[in-house]
């Protein structure tokens, strides 16, 4: 059973930078898509950025510009690159892979941007 543990969030000012890491308890990401999701207060799951197995990335327009996901050297992380966070940006960060699979959503990492 693959598990996805998120880690990296915190409290950051407006403007600040946050870097998230994804870790897969077994190599996944040499056969998957992979995407990094949010959830905001109230607000259902958004797909924030995802990256193919090419290495293809794609962004909402919420977040063009200011994250970059990327895959590490190791078969087993994905990290999103966060700068010139803004408020709206606050909820909890899930990665995933692309589509979602059910039973691979995790607890997640909470992301707070508040002065």
């Known amino acids: 059973q693959v598990q996805l543990v998120e880690s990296g969030g915190g409290l950051v000012q407006p403007g600040g930078s946050l870097r998230l890491s994804c870790t897969a308890s077994?190599?996944?990401?040499?056969?998957?898509?992979m995407g990094w999701y949010r959830q905001a207060p109230g607000k259902q799951r958004e797909l924030v950025a995802r990256?193919?197995?090419?290495?293809?990335?794609n962004y909402a327009d919420s977040v063009k510009g200011r994250f970059t996901i990327s895959r590490g050297n190791a078969r087993n992380t994905v990290y999103l690159q966060m700068n010139s966070l803004k408020p709206e940006d606050t909820a909890v960060y899930y990665c995933?892979?692309?589509?979602?699979?059910?039973?691979?959503w995790g607890q997640g990492t909470q992301v707070t941007v508040s002065s």
């Open positions: 995933n892979t692309y589509p979602s699979t059910p039973q691979y």
């Open positions: 077994g190599s996944i990401y040499n056969i998957y898509n």
């Open positions: 990256i193919t197995l090419g290495g293809s990335t």
